[in-house]
């Protein structure tokens, strides 16, 4: 491939395809280029997404790429290798060489979930080991939940997902012990809490003691680490930048204001790269605020490239 396009975005999921759907109906010519392993591939459904609530991911993808297509929009399999300032805008390097020109970027390439180092859990993610309440508490309601805390945030993961089951138990790993004020709200609403080293999980989702004692759950509940999958353009100059609450670092991600727009001039940003708490609705609209921001800015260059041409032939 060798051709110039409004705007390349990189990445196929729900902030990617969306931000290339408004694009494409501002009738600006772009490309997704997707490498086709999006975050929630182990998921069976997505959830939360109005009109699409319990959808598989791989269908509701498709849908998109098919809604871009009609606009007229061209979605690739591949992978962005290398992304580098040219001509005004952007060479964008692909996998198995060739490369296009893009005058804006939409980066939405998401992030990856960096799973802690627990024998049984890396099989079992995104089946029953779990990580977000809103994702799936309402498939594992009134079930057996275990909550391996790793670090501070083990607590607060206990809380919510107290909410969805009165079963639930609270292993504190190598996460920071309990305050007695935490200690005591958590026995007041029936957590109950086991400690020591967790060596592994076994079945379903039993929870093996480095003791040897064996508690039985149905799901388990880690805190995986958020890594902004955003080292493309690194070159540029943008650095991902650890995203922290209640004193814990989750992760990293994009820096970018409100409408996705980046340290960077002419690139934007939608979905996990830049916001790790993203779910697929969010995402969605992230990348449609994205796609509509850079088609005004892409106006507004238009428009200032159109008098430069006119007062060089009134000239």
Known sequence: MDERYDVVVIGGGAAGL??????ARARRSVLVVDAGEPRNAP???VHNYLGREGAPPAELYAIGRGEVEGYGGTVVPGRVVGVRRADGGFAVALEGGGSVHARRLLLATGLTDELPAIPGVDERWGGTVLHCPYCHGWEVRDRAVGIVSTGPM?????GLWRQWTDDVVLFVHTGAEPTEEEREQLEARGVR???GEVAGLEGAATVRMASGELVGRDAVVVAPRMVANAELLADLGAVPVPVEMQGAVLGTHLPADPTGRTDVPGVWVAGNTGDVSAQVLVAAAQ??????MINADLVQEDARDAVARLREVAA
């Open 43 to 45: 998921a069976g459904h």
């Open 287 to 292: 990348g449609l605020r994205a796609g509509a």
């Open 18 to 23: 969306s931000g290339a759907l408004t694009l």
């Open 193 to 195: 809490i086991v400690h």
């Open 154 to 158: 083990g607590v607060h993961a206990a």
